[in-house]
């Protein structure tokens, strides 16, 4: 019986090649082929990958929809990377971040379990823009009795006032479209001094921003996060 | 005038010592003295350091109380660190997971932040128990318009039933005195099917259980994680 490859789906980190894990680096520099996700914009996770594997390594880029009714480009995505795995090579998929956070690794791991369940998949975490972003800053996420909710601000629309009452620490993922609206939201409910945006985390384009009004003119790009914080 | 040492927060990952970062691997083998937390059971920081630094390292162990009340004892820990920042040496505070979700570091932080400004202070982010036991299973955090809720298990008495239900994913920390109680509620909102327990995650005892009866007889110990997901 022909051997089928093993898939490692590789946190990256927030953005520094420096942030990666001992064991991710050690991944992608022993499996034959790494693919990567590529964006609309630059490709983060290949910018970091270039800071960590050397020229020689085969690196494809995968091209993903931003809207999920475009299944069929996920598909294709999961069957090119078949193609290597069924040859017996073992796959890389590298991601930025985690994951299994917001991470392009999620759609793709559901098809392989359902379309590839011979595949044996291993997972290495990575870390976060959130633990990047409250380390830059430096804030506790939390501490003791504390609850952090982390959510999507892009399709938030009703109920922020009680998860901003009820968790100590929030944290807007997927913000730069969204940015304006929340603000108001903070600003209404008396949060104003109690936020900061983060871009670009860990990075040289890094910038963090703890005024508000200056927040309001940032126009921040995809990588940008806020972290909300009542606690003391 | 006397140049005072830098003081690092260095997150060291769920466990398994190939989980930390290049950065924090460089930063302890760098800094002359790595302080780690000694909790009253085994020390998890200790465990890892000696999978990353070599035997000649100074490394001091601090002890903490579990109980707030016990104020004193942060004070006391944070000036032994500061006695040899202010001799010009850099210090690194080494902490399981990362540095500002739910670790020792956080409170040292604050009190740096009151009792010695002039202390220059560098966060180095580490992966999180979290994004760890995710992998293990694997299972997604968070996709899309998803809502990530982290919760402090031990604290928490009322509310739970609203945060399962608004959340797509709900992670339990310090679940091990507090399991028996979450469980029933999840039985009760017929979420027994959605939920994982992670022990020890990465390290050599690790141990994921998915099977509701089996959990009740699991007995967890302090570095246990409860994930539950609603979504599919």
Redesign the interface.
């Known amino acids: 019986m022909k051997r089928v490859g093993r898939f490692y789906?590789v946190?990256l980190?927030?953005g520094?090649?420096?942030?990666?894990?001992?064991?991710a680096?050690?991944i992608l520099s022993e499996v034959p082929v790494i693919f990567v996700p590529k964006g609309g914009r630059e490709s983060r996770a290949l910018s970091i990958l270039k800071g960590i594997v050397g020229e020689e390594k085969e690196i494809m880029e995968l091209s993903f929809p931003m809207l999920?009714e475009d299944e069929g480009k996920w598909e294709r995505a999961a069957s090119r990377i078949w193609e290597r795995l069924s040859r017996g090579e073992d796959c890389a998929f590298a991601v930025e971040g985690?994951?299994?956070?917001?991470g392009t690794f999620?759609?793709i791991?559901?098809i392989f379990r359902h379309r590839f369940p011979e595949v044996e998949?291993k997972?290495?975490?990575?870390?976060?823009s959130l633990?990047?972003a409250?380390?830059?800053i430096?804030?506790?996420?939390?501490?003791?009795?504390?609850?952090?909710?982390?959510?999507?601000a892009?399709?938030e629309k009703n109920?922020l006032e009680e998860?901003l009452q009820?968790?100590d620490t929030v944290a807007f993922f997927k913000v730069h479209r969204s940015l304006e609206r929340i603000l108001n939201i903070l600003e209404r409910m008396g949060l104003s001094g109690s936020c900061f945006l983060v871009e670009e985390v860990s990075t040289g384009r890094e910038r963090v921003i703890g005024d508000m009004e200056e927040m309001r003119r940032a126009k921040p790009g995809y990588f940008s996060l806020l972290l909300v914080r009542r606690a003391r």
Chains 1, 2 share one sequence.
């Open positions: 789906g946190g980190g927030p520094d090649p420096e942030l990666v894990s001992l064991k680096a050690r999920e985690d994951p299994l956070l917001y999620t759609p791991l559901s998949i997972v290495i975490p990575g870390i976060t633990s990047a409250a380390a830059s430096p804030l506790p996420l939390a501490r003791r009795e504390e609850r952090l909710a982390v959510l999507p892009f399709y109920g998860v009820k968790f």
